[in-house]
């Protein structure tokens, strides 16, 4: 149990130190707190692919190799983040206690006959009306999150009879391993990426043992993982109510909390979609190579984990193309575009060398079909394109467990689309989340109709995990389309670095 | 107690630990039950649940293999199968269960 807590800790580490010494120079708020989020996922991704390749190289001594240059890779980014100082200079970090306590904002004691008292009392109530609700939401989570590993330690049905199957084969004899790549047993799903194998395999090989409590604290930390960018990507533009309300939105959703307690993959898609997303706004924003770099590897985490993820890859790719030659970019292109190519080529790699070497006949990879096939079974079929677009309707907006998050975003899509078309100003940094939410989508009416299996079928077990992927995305974007801007008051002086109203400083 | 391989809990697929003793690692073995193999058939979760206790054995849905593990619920359901997939019985456990070879 200790190796497992050790390194679980490393695993923290690495991802926390390799993060946030990337940011180190770029100016921007709370870095450290997105460098924390984003820690768990790109240690376990880095984990992953490490014993991936090490598995490539020698099967036998597998666990060791991966071992000691992840401990090498520890060694290594202490003494660089050690190394370079942490540059923190002008940004103004807004204090969220200040938020909670709007009286702090006036020098003077205010009378409680002046309006601005009644409306600092009523700012205070709000507020901790609003916290309440985020500790709510954040209980249910941990309840959830205790349950899954006391109650349904094994998950649900893919869990169990899929990804675990291929982390045992991972463990159990390493010299066997690539017996979870046999066409044997195609019900297995052979060709899957095996980020969350990987991963689980990693745990039980520091452990010594197929530890029960592993499983689901890999998925708890992802799970958290989404609301807590959300919660950042809002505080980094100083909307602490977005971000208390979005975030709070999230962990209520009774399709995340359903899909978090059966421990699915679908999970940890949803936090690598949301994580490309954001950062790929943060890239646009703050036009650093570092977070191109960054939206690349959760870009390909994403396709290491499902399949579903190469093509949502494939989108941000474009999107990202095409956002650096309509943003004015170009100075930089090819920098912003190598670093994004880059960090996504870490999972890509694993992932084509899988595809290539191990699976090259799967259901949708190498499945032998010509470009006309392709055509022929996207465009031709009308009674499939009907069954497909009925799920949609009937799984996006009759299912009460989203709280309505699919008619908030078509509102927000909507609404958004017509200030643009107003102002004629199209692909702003506000719109991404939205544009790659749709994107995905549009993939997965794709995906649908070239699918080989009974549509019905793959609509019911299928089309509602599928959609939770691009959920994080789409609470950013409504919530971000709709949010109410509170009107601050002045500060009485901004000579504290705390100020709670100020803009962040732009490199 | 969490904190322990299984915990409390009993092994996942400990009804299919006997057979690993039986069975060398490396090898592909059939597994045949009540009903022919269908992804969406009524026994389906059975042959699930045994290849995640069995790993790193493969098992074969279709009957292909020298050797088969013989999982029905009942001796003459059991007889049956064996005669429709060709094999032959060779350590019967009880009710319907053993492994069993190409006859």
């Given at each position: 149990m200790i190796n497992l807590a050790l390194s679980f800790i490393l695993v923290f580490m690495t991802g926390f130190l390799f993060i946030h010494f990337l940011l180190k120079k770029i100016f921007f708020p709370y870095p450290r707190f997105l460098a924390v989020i984003l820690a768990g996922p790109a240690g376990f991704l880095f984990a992953s692919l490490l014993l991936f390749w090490s598995y490539v190289l020698s099967p036998i001594n597998a666990a060791g190799i991966a071992s000691l240059a992840f401990l090498g890779s520890v060694a290594l980014l202490t003494v660089l983040y050690c190394r370079h100082p942490d540059i923190?200079?002008?940004?103004?970090k807004p204090a969220l206690w200040i938020y909670f306590f709007?009286?702090?904002?006036?020098?003077s004691k205010l009378s409680w006959r002046t309006p601005e008292f009644w409306r600092c009392l009523f700012l205070f109530l709000f507020r901790i009306l609003l916290l309440g609700l985020f500790f709510y939401a954040l209980g249910i989570f941990l309840r959830l999150f205790l349950l899954s590993m006391?109650?349904?330690?094994?998950?649900g049905w893919d869990v169990k009879f899929i990804w675990h199957v291929k982390a045992k084969f991972f463990f159990r004899d390493p010299e066997q391993?690539?017996?979870?790549?046999?066409?044997?047993?195609n019900w297995t799903h052979p060709e899957y990426p095996l980020l969350i194998p990987a991963v689980v395999a990693w745990g039980w090989h520091w452990a010594g043992k197929e530890l029960l409590i592993w499983p689901p604290m890999i998925n708890g930390i992802f799970a958290l993982a989404v609301p807590g960018l959300i919660f950042w990507y809002f505080l980094s533009k100083q909307r602490f109510m977005t971000a208390f309300l979005a975030s709070s939105f999230f962990l209520l959703s009774g399709v995340f909390q359903f899909w978090m307690y059966e421990q699915y993959t679908d999970i940890p898609l949803c936090f690598f979609y949301t994580a490309a997303g954001l950062l790929l706004i943060q890239a646009c924003r703050f036009r650093a190579v570092q977070f191109f770099f960054i939206t690349g590897l959760m870009a390909g985490g994403a396709l290491w984990t499902k399949n579903e993820g190469f093509v949502f890859a494939g989108w941000t790719t474009l999107l990202t193309g095409l956002l650096i030659v309509q943003r004015k970019l170009r100075s930089k292109a090819k920098s912003f575009s190598l670093s994004f190519l880059a960090g996504l080529s870490l999972p890509l790699g694993a992932f084509l060398y899988q595809k290539f070497?191990?699976?090259?006949?799967?259901e949708y990879w190498?499945?032998?079909?010509t470009l006309q096939d392709y055509f022929q079974m996207i465009f031709l079929d009308p009674q499939k394109t009907k069954i497909v677009f009925q799920g949609f309707a009937a799984y996006l907006f009759r299912n009460p467990d989203w709280n309505y998050l699919w008619w908030f975003f078509a509102a927000a899509i909507l609404y958004r689309f017509w200030v643009n078309l107003r102002r004629r100003n199209f692909g702003n940094s506000q719109d991404i989340a939205g544009i790659l939410t749709l994107m995905a989508l549009a993939g997965y009416v794709t995906v649908l109709h070239i699918s080989p299996y009974e549509i019905r079928m793959q609509i019911d077990t299928a089309l509602i995990r599928l959609l939770l992927h691009a959920s994080g995305l789409a609470t950013v974007f409504a919530f971000e389309t709709f949010e109410w801007v509170e009107s601050s008051p002045?500060?009485?002086?901004?000579?504290?670095?705390?100020?709670?109203?100020q803009t962040a400083h732009r490199p | 107690m969490i904190l322990e391989e299984n915990g409390p809990f009993p092994p996942f697929?400990?009804?299919?630990?006997?057979l690993e003793n039986m069975l060398p690692p490396d090898q592909t073995v059939s597994f045949i039950m009540?009903?022919?193999?269908?992804?969406?058939?009524?026994?389906i979760e059975q042959i699930y649940t045994a290849q995640a206790a069995l790993v790193p054995r493969i098992l074969d849905?279709?009957?292909?293999?020298p050797a088969a593990i013989i999982f029905c619920s009942d001796a003459a359901t059991a007889d049956k199968r064996l005669k429709e997939t060709g094999y032959r019985l060779i350590f019967p456990f009880a009710n319907g269960k053993g492994i069993a070879v190409k006859s």
């Amino acid at each position: 149990m200790i190796n497992l807590a050790l390194s679980f800790i490393l695993v923290f580490m690495t991802g926390f130190l390799f993060i946030h010494f990337l940011l180190k120079k770029i100016f921007f708020p709370y870095p450290r707190f997105l460098a924390v989020i984003l820690a768990g996922p790109a240690g376990f991704l880095f984990a992953s692919l490490l014993l991936f390749w090490s598995y490539v190289l020698s099967p036998i001594n597998a666990a060791g190799i991966a071992s000691l240059a992840f401990l090498g890779s520890v060694a290594l980014l202490t003494v660089l983040y050690c190394r370079h100082p942490d540059i923190s200079l002008p940004v103004s970090k807004p204090a969220l206690w200040i938020y909670f306590f709007p009286f702090a904002n006036h020098d003077s004691k205010l009378s409680w006959r002046t309006p601005e008292f009644w409306r600092c009392l009523f700012l205070f109530l709000f507020r901790i009306l609003l916290l309440g609700l985020f500790f709510y939401a954040l209980g249910i989570f941990l309840r959830l999150f205790l349950l899954s590993m006391l109650n349904n330690f094994y998950g649900g049905w893919d869990v169990k009879f899929i990804w675990h199957v291929k982390a045992k084969f991972f463990f159990r004899d390493p010299e066997q391993w690539q017996g979870m790549f046999s066409p044997v047993f195609n019900w297995t799903h052979p060709e899957y990426p095996l980020l969350i194998p990987a991963v689980v395999a990693w745990g039980w090989h520091w452990a010594g043992k197929e530890l029960l409590i592993w499983p689901p604290m890999i998925n708890g930390i992802f799970a958290l993982a989404v609301p807590g960018l959300i919660f950042w990507y809002f505080l980094s533009k100083q909307r602490f109510m977005t971000a208390f309300l979005a975030s709070s939105f999230f962990l209520l959703s009774g399709v995340f909390q359903f899909w978090m307690y059966e421990q699915y993959t679908d999970i940890p898609l949803c936090f690598f979609y949301t994580a490309a997303g954001l950062l790929l706004i943060q890239a646009c924003r703050f036009r650093a190579v570092q977070f191109f770099f960054i939206t690349g590897l959760m870009a390909g985490g994403a396709l290491w984990t499902k399949n579903e993820g190469f093509v949502f890859a494939g989108w941000t790719t474009l999107l990202t193309g095409l956002l650096i030659v309509q943003r004015k970019l170009r100075s930089k292109a090819k920098s912003f575009s190598l670093s994004f190519l880059a960090g996504l080529s870490l999972p890509l790699g694993a992932f084509l060398y899988q595809k290539f070497m191990f699976t090259p006949r799967g259901e949708y990879w190498g499945a032998g079909h010509t470009l006309q096939d392709y055509f022929q079974m996207i465009f031709l079929d009308p009674q499939k394109t009907k069954i497909v677009f009925q799920g949609f309707a009937a799984y996006l907006f009759r299912n009460p467990d989203w709280n309505y998050l699919w008619w908030f975003f078509a509102a927000a899509i909507l609404y958004r689309f017509w200030v643009n078309l107003r102002r004629r100003n199209f692909g702003n940094s506000q719109d991404i989340a939205g544009i790659l939410t749709l994107m995905a989508l549009a993939g997965y009416v794709t995906v649908l109709h070239i699918s080989p299996y009974e549509i019905r079928m793959q609509i019911d077990t299928a089309l509602i995990r599928l959609l939770l992927h691009a959920s994080g995305l789409a609470t950013v974007f409504a919530f971000e389309t709709f949010e109410w801007v509170e009107s601050s008051p002045k500060p009485a002086s901004l000579k504290s670095s705390s100020a709670p109203f100020q803009t962040a400083h732009r490199p | 107690m969490i904190l322990e391989e299984n915990g409390p809990f009993p092994p996942f697929g400990v009804q299919f630990s006997p057979l690993e003793n039986m069975l060398p690692p490396d090898q592909t073995v059939s597994f045949i039950m009540d009903y022919p193999f269908s992804p969406y058939g009524r026994t389906i979760e059975q042959i699930y649940t045994a290849q995640a206790a069995l790993v790193p054995r493969i098992l074969d849905p279709l009957g292909n293999q020298p050797a088969a593990i013989i999982f029905c619920s009942d001796a003459a359901t059991a007889d049956k199968r064996l005669k429709e997939t060709g094999y032959r019985l060779i350590f019967p456990f009880a009710n319907g269960k053993g492994i069993a070879v190409k006859s």
